[in-house]
């Protein structure tokens, strides 16, 4: 399969896809430059800036959003207007990076150092009273995490591991545990990112560097190349009317503009299965 752009690049270092199913719109990241970039029906985008870096944007159930800045959490109303900040880090030296919600609605972002030093990311999570704990330590760049449809599952990156790994998660207190390797990304491939789950359980693995996504099935076997026409391929998500577009976010960062015009841009394809149910948090 391969990806087109739904217009022109649009964000410099574009990250966390996220379809509103009840906007039935798509927003992603433009996560250094601290905004969100909305989509309307047409494709057409707008920004609206959130803070110093926008990490990762999640629907509430009760409305408006939840999202992860540069040190901590945020909750938003409908327009993306901040209106409740919940610190979590201390210093300069380390940034949210990528997150997601589980089943229960409690809200998960990791984290990684600017200079990505080795072992100074973590994975927190925001529990729907406000608080805030660590669920993984010692991890690098904190990426992709993904529930299995039933969410027994729960897929993780540590980007600069070359590995998907997956974790049992306990639907009431949600720990991990059991951490064991899900998929192996040949080196020559790039290197594992965003990601997001399909109805049929497979999950699909951005590649930074790699200009494409891997569809990998439950057991972990690689059935589908999505090709991208930008090295720094970064994440993706399902949405679309009947749920089966794969978007797909890309960077121009690093990235020389001339060798990529496209670079920057999101792209869209048509995977021919339906992606799984993108959670709300509940708090």
Request: hydrophobic share 40%; with cysteine; net charge negative.
């Amino acid at each position: 399969m391969r990806a087109e752009p739904i217009g022109a690049p649009c964000t410099f270092h574009g990250e966390g896809p996220f379809w509103d199913g009840v906007r039935d719109e798509l927003l992603v990241v433009d996560m250094l430059a601290g905004d969100v970039v909305r989509f309307d029906g047409a494709g057409v985008p707008t920004r609206r800036h959130v803070g110093d870096v926008a990490a990762v944007v999640r629907a509430r159930r009760g409305g408006g959003y939840v999202l992860a800045l540069e040190r901590g959490f945020a909750l938003a109303d409908a327009e993306l207007s901040v209106t409740e900040e919940i610190a979590v880090l201390e210093g300069s030296a380390v940034r949210m990076n990528d997150g997601g919600c589980d089943p229960q609605g409690r809200f998960y972002c990791g984290t990684m150092a600017y200079d990505v030093t080795p072992g100074a990311g973590r994975l927190y999570r925001l529990d729907t009273d406000r608080t805030v704990t660590t669920v993984l330590d010692g991890v690098t760049i904190s990426n992709g995490l993904q529930w299995s449809v039933d969410g027994s599952l729960a897929y993780y990156n540590d980007t600069p591991t070359g590995r998907v790994d997956v974790f049992d998660v306990d639907p009431d207190t949600g720990e991990f545990s059991g951490r064991r390797p899900f998929a192996v990304v040949p080196d020559d491939a790039g290197k594992p990112d965003g990601m997001a789950v399909d109805a049929e359980g497979g999950v699909w693995i951005a590649l930074w560097e790699g200009g494409r996504v891997h569809r990998y099935d439950a057991g972990g076997i690689l059935t589908e190349v999505v090709e991208v026409a930008a090295s720094r391929t970064t994440a993706c998500t399902f949405g679309g009317p009947d749920g089966r577009t794969l978007f797909v976010t890309t960077s121009r960062l690093g990235v020389d503009d001339a060798a990529e015009p496209l670079a920057g841009a999101v792209f869209a394809v048509d995977t021919g299965v339906v992606g799984a149910t993108q959670h709300a948090y509940a708090g």
